[in-house]
């Protein structure tokens, strides 16, 4: 993406998750911030109950490392001229405000078009840019969790409640990962016919494809799944389960077909005589017979610690995976040797501070970024980038126009 200047009119995670991506792949981005206020995420205090350093910010750092930040106040009239200034440089427009705002403030598509004909308009919202709720707004928690019905599949029906969305940002990062893919599409779109389009993503629908077949099963059947209860099963393939060891720890067995399976994992799990045993030796009565198995894997897992099951079982065919928190990624050994931590410098001036890279790697080579701006950090950089000289800079802060 070297080359490419996003302009970046969003706040939150879901379109700025958008940003970070394109400027891991190289594009310059400029995020436009309120030159008093800047981020309304920058004041958040806690994420998840858990008190957060306003210098090692998760929900800045995770979205905005690699930006640039310039402050404008977009409701007035020098601020605005401001934007379509830069606009007029950009290929890709980026926002997640609702079209009220946008027009309120003259950053809608018809507003950046007519100063920049050939630019990328594109949207982030809750609901999409049609139908009666076009002008609702809405969180990761609304319309990623509680509105797709992938808090519902998630919750086992047997708690008689709704669990909450144990994951901030959850929908937002990976929406924004499709905003940037979509952009990547239309930027090359725009290099093959000219045309420059206008795109939209939102929270709705990147829940409705990320839980995609089960929605197409509920529309095809009038059924879907639903998450289990701890400790039960569909028994219907006992290497389907998961299994607690003696110390408390989880063992996922995932071996969707066990075709050319069974013996290896039997012997691995320290139970060599079922794959001789009729009940379990072929896949058909391995099926039949799943509670049996069940029963069988469970007590044997639960006879030795988690640590031992997860080195024992590396040289297991079949597919397994140890029960993890987010915590434990950071030192999981195959995420570090993929390149999956990125460390950038700390806004505080202390220890680096960690990221995620994106999910795509080019290459095989690793992330190389820099921490996100503190607000209005780089206007006055940018602005005289674009041709405004130093007088008129002063004097669109003596208005209060740019920070």
């Not at 910010?57 to 930040?69: A, V, Y």
């Not at 929270?203 to 799944?225: F, I, K, P, Y």
């Not at 080019?362 to 820099?370: A, G, I, K, Q, S």
């Amino acid at each position: 993406m070297e080359g490419v200047r996003v302009l970046e009119v969003a706040q939150f995670t879901f379109v700025p998750a958008a940003g970070a991506i394109l400027a891991d792949w190289g594009a310059d981005v400029i995020k436009i911030e309120h030159p008093v206020r800047g981020d309304t995420q920058r004041g958040f205090v806690n994420m998840g109950g858990f008190q957060l350093d306003p210098n090692r910010h998760p929900l800045i750092e995770h979205p905005n490392r690699g930006k640039r930040s310039v402050g404008i106040d977009v409701s007035t009239p020098e601020g605005q001229d401001v934007l379509y200034e830069i606009a007029k440089t950009a290929d890709v427009f980026l926002t997640n405000y609702m079209p009220q705002t946008r027009q309120k403030n003259k950053f809608d598509i018809e507003h950046i078009r007519a100063v920049n004909p050939n630019i990328i308009y594109a949207r982030g919202s809750a609901y999409g840019d049609k139908g009666p709720e076009r002008l609702v707004g809405g969180f990761d928690g609304t319309a990623f969790w509680t509105r797709s019905g992938v808090g519902h599949a998630l919750t086992p029906e047997e708690l008689g409640g709704a669990l909450p969305q144990g994951i901030p940002a959850f929908g937002d990062s990976i929406g924004g990962m499709n905003i940037a893919g979509g952009i990547s599409a239309a930027l090359f779109h725009r290099e093959r016919t000219g045309e420059a389009v206008e795109l939209d993503v939102s929270l709705l629908s990147t829940a409705w494809w990320a839980a995609g077949a089960s929605v197409t099963q509920g529309m095809e059947t009038g059924e879907t799944m639903r998450s289990l209860m701890p400790g039960t099963t569909t028994s219907v393939n006992p290497f389907m389960a998961n299994y607690a060891t003696s110390d408390g720890g989880t063992i996922n067995l995932c071996i969707v077909s066990p075709t050319g399976y069974i013996r290896d994992t039997f012997e691995h799990l320290g139970l060599p005589e079922l794959a001789d045993d009729p009940r379990f030796s072929d896949v058909m009565p391995l099926i039949q017979n799943a509670e049996a198995g069940v029963e069988l894997i469970a007590e044997a897992i639960a006879a030795k610690p988690f640590e031992y099951w997860r080195q024992h079982l590396k040289t297991m065919r079949g597919q397994w995976a140890p029960f993890q928190s987010l915590v434990d990624l950071a030192t999981d050994e195959q995420a570090i040797a993929n390149d999956m931590i990125v460390e950038v410098e700390a806004s505080d001036g202390g220890k680096p501070f960690k990221v995620v890279r994106g999910p795509v790697q080019f290459n095989h080579e690793p992330l190389e970024t820099t921490r996100a701006p503190q607000a209005s950090e780089h206007t006055e950089i940018v602005l005289m980038e674009i041709g405004l000289d130093w007088d008129r800079i002063e004097e669109l802060k003596d208005k209060g126009a740019i920070a």
